[in-house]
């Protein structure tokens, strides 16, 4: 119950296509979804994050889905740009318990 | 503002051997957690300290073991290293908890022999 699957496990899009990385979690009690993003040689740094009172949060190019009921969240790169590959993982949590992350998705744009 | 600091950044050790890790969290960062990422398992929650106190445990044997200073520094420990602990540890600190926004350093990268 503490699991947040993420799929797919790797993604390869042309340059100004659209990235989308899925996740699912069965815990009804998370209450917060960041995505993280990994360069090589980095750890992750966040990238976006949403709470279940919204459906949807742009910043730029990137944009997170929610869907409390199918208890999954999404997130999408529009305009996918070379400097976007990187590892991207998704991760859930309860209020003061830590974050249960995804397996993470190695993204590559090609130009 | 420096971000997280680890050291070292490489090491090479051997089995049976033990090894200590260093993190230095963002000034005024009170809570500092640890993965351990691998290629095959991804990021793996080992322990997070706040104020000085461990806060929440992972699933990992007690060859792990962590600790934390009054300036926030903390510092992990493996004991008896197996093959299997070749991987990158990484520490993440936060403000307050770590149910928020993680602040992550560049790792340490640790290969056993």
């Known amino acids: 119950q503490q699991q947040v699957k993420q799929s797919p496990q790797s993604l390869i899009v042309q340059k100004g296509g659209i990235s989308i990385i899925n996740c699912a979690y069965e815990?009804?009690?998370?209450?917060?979804f960041p995505w993280y993003q990994q360069f090589p040689g980095k750890g992750p740094a966040l990238l976006i994050a949403i709470r279940p009172d919204v459906s949807e949060k742009k910043e730029g190019r990137f944009t997170i889905s929610f869907n409390k009921s199918a208890k999954q969240f999404s997130l999408h790169i529009m305009d996918s740009q070379p400097g976007d590959s990187a590892t991207y993982f998704c991760a859930a949590s309860e209020s003061n318990y830590q974050l249960i992350w995804g397996a993470g998705t190695k993204l590559i744009i090609k130009p | 503002k420096a971000g997280v600091t680890q050291t070292p950044r490489y090491l090479i050790k051997t089995r049976g051997q033990q090894v200590t890790l260093s993190c230095s969290p963002i000034s005024g960062h009170r809570s500092v957690s640890w993965y351990q990422q691998t290629p095959g398992q991804g990021l793996q929650f080992l322990f997070e300290?706040?104020?000085?106190?461990?806060?929440n445990k992972g699933n990992f044997p007690g060859r792990f073991s962590g600790r934390q200073f009054s300036n926030s520094r903390s510092e992990m420990n493996v004991s008896t290293l197996e093959l299997g602990d070749s991987a990158l540890y990484l520490c993440?600190?936060?403000?307050?908890?770590?149910?928020?926004?993680?602040?992550f350093g560049e790792g340490s990268r640790l290969t056993v022999l």
């Open positions: 300290y706040f104020s000085e106190t461990q806060r």
């Open positions: 993440a600190s936060s403000l307050i908890t770590s149910s928020g926004e993680l602040f």
């Open positions: 815990n009804t009690a998370f209450d917060y």
